[in-house]
């Protein structure tokens, strides 16, 4: 069986962009200033429509006033609010200037563009894929991912949907690695679903990861939570099951009866208390082994007579 899902994993496009700080300020001062400003505006209107200096002393006023009072307006549009998992992108005319991640309020450049993108842990659970395993046998499963955003700019630019895009890479690599192994492997050495449980979900979190790299989505974990022969074949696979389980405890009863009469054998023997011709081991060892390995109580046959007749 093929392991391309480790060696050769799917690779992921060369990101165009990358994330980097934004130029952001603490909020505070910037929000004081507007205030003052702001206040200082309201002031000078006041103060140039309510006197009675000159005309264009007035009307200088009363124009510096409404500015400052704009001005301070729109400098304080530049305010955001960042809470814990969260992040701002930050676009200037439709350029990336950068990502907040400081959390508290924060300040940049009132004429960009802001939009927030979270950055907490999520989970993303499958619906039961219906596909064929690497035997073509019809199986059914699930899974759950836990991932989370790691580089804004990317989940932002490089894809369209970073969780659309999330969902659809998860079903994809879940699909590829059910056809790549088998439910149950026919071979003790073989890499199987239902067998090696941990080794395969390594693989499928190694091939999530080079999937969803391109959005700058990381990848925390990833489980099979459902795993089942499709009902068509699930009995027959079940009869399968079974009769590999009786073979399996046939051979722990044979194993171990051989075992009994051996040391019946060399009993018998250290005692001396009766001679055995190799005719009548073969006899007893015959007996014995009907008597320990069969599934149902053996019947006696007593012998009044000698040991030979």
Not at 10 to 34: C, Q, T, V, Y
Not at 82 to 98: K, T
Request: proline share 4%; hydrophobic share 45%.
């Amino acid at each position: 069986m093929s392991d391309t899902t480790t060696e050769n994993p799917p690779a992921a496009p060369r990101p165009g962009i990358e994330e980097r700080p934004a130029n952001d300020i603490g909020g505070g001062l910037a929000l004081l200033l507007g205030l003052v400003g702001l206040l200082a505006g309201v002031a000078a209107v006041a103060v140039g429509a309510g006197s009675h200096l000159a005309d264009g002393l007035r009307f200088a006023l009363i124009a510096g006033g409404v500015l400052a009072g704009l001005g301070s307006v729109v400098a304080m549009s530049g305010l955001n609010t960042i809470a814990p998992g969260q992040a701002n992108v930050v676009q200037l005319f439709g350029r990336y200037r950068g990502t907040i991640r400081n959390e508290g309020l924060r300040w940049v450049n009132p004429f960009t563009s802001r939009e927030k993108i979270s950055t907490r842990v999520r989970n993303h659970e499958t619906a039961v894929l219906k596909v064929n395993d690497a035997y073509g046998n019809p199986i059914e499963l699930a899974a759950v991912v836990v991932w989370c955003v790691e580089d804004t700019a990317q989940a932002m630019f490089a894809v369209e949907d970073f969780q659309e895009f999330v969902a659809t890479q998860t079903e994809a690599a879940v699909r590829h690695i059910a056809i790549e192994y088998p439910y149950d492997a026919h071979d003790e050495n073989a890499l199987s679903l239902r067998g090696n449980a941990e080794e395969i979900t390594e693989k499928l979190a190694l091939e999530l990861h080079a999937r969803v790299a391109a959005a700058g989505v990381r990848i925390i974990e990833s489980r099979f939570t459902h795993l089942a022969y499709a009902p068509e074949i699930a009995s027959a696979m079940l009869q399968r099951q079974q009769a590999g389980a009786v073979v399996a405890a046939r051979k722990l009863i044979v194993e171990g009866a051989v075992g009994m009469v051996e040391q019946a054998l060399e009993r018998i023997s250290e005692q001396g208390f009766v001679e055995l011709d190799e005719e009548r081991k073969a006899a007893m060892v015959s007996n014995l082994m009907v008597v320990l390995c069969g599934d149902r109580a053996a019947q006696p046959v007593l012998n009044t007579g000698t040991l030979y007749q």
